[in-house]
């Protein structure tokens, strides 16, 4: 095991890790259900879904299948002049769950390109019709990916900072929390009156990265239809939303008034195999229906519609769309309201949330909360220690499992962050001397 650490660490450059001063990985060898099992057999509970994109568990049996039926048969064609039976299964049956608004399916790769086509959509949308319309407005703190595109709708922040002199201009609204819902919703209504904005891009109701911060469901809908009103589309990013995360299948499933556009990546495989989707309404297409070839959405990737991802899309939403997968996201979600209780009068917590099958709380400390808040440094290798992947955000610990949990598990996971918090002072002091 240790060569293998040794050759990882002199080829392999990990995302979001320094080139220098952390530990090394952990070597995991297999995993099944919500666990993981490292080369040296201990046993990890994955309580984020591997970066919020499992939610049936691991190597489930009916995905794995799925993708090696279809490897014997067809693993892959370009997907420009052709097509094939799993694509066209797996587009029907996203436009059938999705709000009845949208209307047309474009395949990518992952999350940040979904992303980047939902942008590019919308400003050739209007391009394509001899409209200028050049301003895109976001929420500060979200995060849409790490391709340009994507990066310039998010926050801009240390992250960002190589790269902000490269980023198109956004105009970005504060957060809106609480206290300033109307001034943000003044803030939005004086963008949006220029007309001048081509696209208003959000995570609905939940900003994950930030904190899984939430905002009110009402003052979404406000804006969504303020943006419509005037010609504006409405770009849902639901990569982490989607799929049933926040109970619903999907966030706008709780929204009246629903977005132009939406993306889509993270469970869509079952967080097997990459894969993007962005859908749009007819509204949207209208304005690519030409014989000016110069109206054609240039865009594509090489693994785009890919039969073997589309196979195990298909397989993921057999598995979601049961009576059962409903149940599981229900039981999570009483268990979260049930936990949240307990925890939120202790005073190491602080605002702690439910949404759906997500359970979030701040560590209370000196500083505000933030990626780089160092809390972090006592989380994550307590829980890893105790056999329970928790990749806090900040001081921001959050839950987001797999739908196949078990009760047993569940209670374990609780307990553990409950005796975490008793003995959190400690671990602090001892840390600071």
């Not at 049930?338 to 602080?350: D, P, S, T, W």
Request: hydrophobic fraction near 40%.
């Amino acid at each position: 095991m240790r060569e293998w650490i040794e050759r990882d660490k002199s080829a392999i450059w990990h995302p979001f890790t320094p080139l220098m001063g952390m530990v090394d990985p952990l070597m995991i060898e297999r995993a099944e259900g919500v666990n993981l099992y490292t080369a040296d057999g201990k046993k990890i509970i994955d309580a984020i879904s591997s970066w919020w994109v499992n939610i049936h568990g691991h190597s489930h049996p009916k995905i794995a299948n799925a993708i090696a039926e279809q490897a014997h048969q067809l693993e892959h064609v370009i997907f420009a002049g052709f097509t094939h039976q799993p694509a066209v299964e797996l587009a029907e049956r996203l436009l059938s769950i999705l709000p009845d608004n949208q209307s047309k399916i474009f395949y990518s790769d992952n999350g940040s390109t979904a992303v980047e086509v939902g942008i590019k959509m919308a400003f050739q949308y209007f391009y394509n019709q001899g409209i200028k319309k050049k301003k895109i407005i976001a929420i500060d703190g979200a995060y849409h990916g790490d391709t340009f595109g994507a990066m310039s709708v998010g926050e801009r922040g240390p992250f960002t900072e190589p790269f902000d002199p490269y980023l198109f201009d956004v105009a970005f609204v504060d957060f809106p929390s609480k206290e300033k819902e109307e001034a943000v919703w003044n803030q939005f209504e004086a963008l949006v009156s220029a007309g001048d904005v081509a696209a208003f891009v959000f995570e609905p109701i939940v900003q994950g990265a930030s904190g899984m911060r939430v905002y009110s469901k009402a003052l979404l809908n406000r804006m969504i239809a303020l943006a419509q009103a005037n010609d504006v589309i409405c770009i849902a990013d639901e990569v982490m939303t989607g799929f049933g995360r926040l109970g619903t299948l999907f966030a706008a499933d709780q929204l009246q008034n629903k977005p132009d556009i939406f993306c889509l990546s993270k469970g869509l495989t079952g967080g097997v195999l990459p894969m993007g989707v962005t859908s749009c309404t007819d509204k949207i297409q209208a304005a690519y229906r030409s014989n000016d070839l110069m109206k054609t959405f240039f865009h594509g990737h090489s693994f785009t519609g890919n039969p073997m991802i589309c196979a195990a899309a298909n397989a993921s939403l057999d598995i979601l769309l049961t009576e059962e997968c409903e149940e599981n996201r229900k039981r999570i979600n009483r268990r979260h309201l049930a936990f949240g209780e307990q925890i939120e009068k202790h005073h190491l917590v602080r605002n702690s949330r439910v949404m759906g099958t997500i359970i979030a709380f701040e560590i209370n400390t000196d500083k505000d909360t933030s990626y780089f808040n160092e809390a972090r440094h006592h989380l994550y290798p307590y829980f890893i220690e105790k056999g329970l992947l928790i990749r806090p955000l900040g001081n921001v610990i959050y839950l987001i499992p797999p739908y196949i949990i078990s009760d047993e598990d569940l209670d374990y996971i609780y307990q553990t962050i409950l005796s975490f918090l008793d003995e959190y002072d400690s671990l602090a002091a001892v840390s600071a001397d």
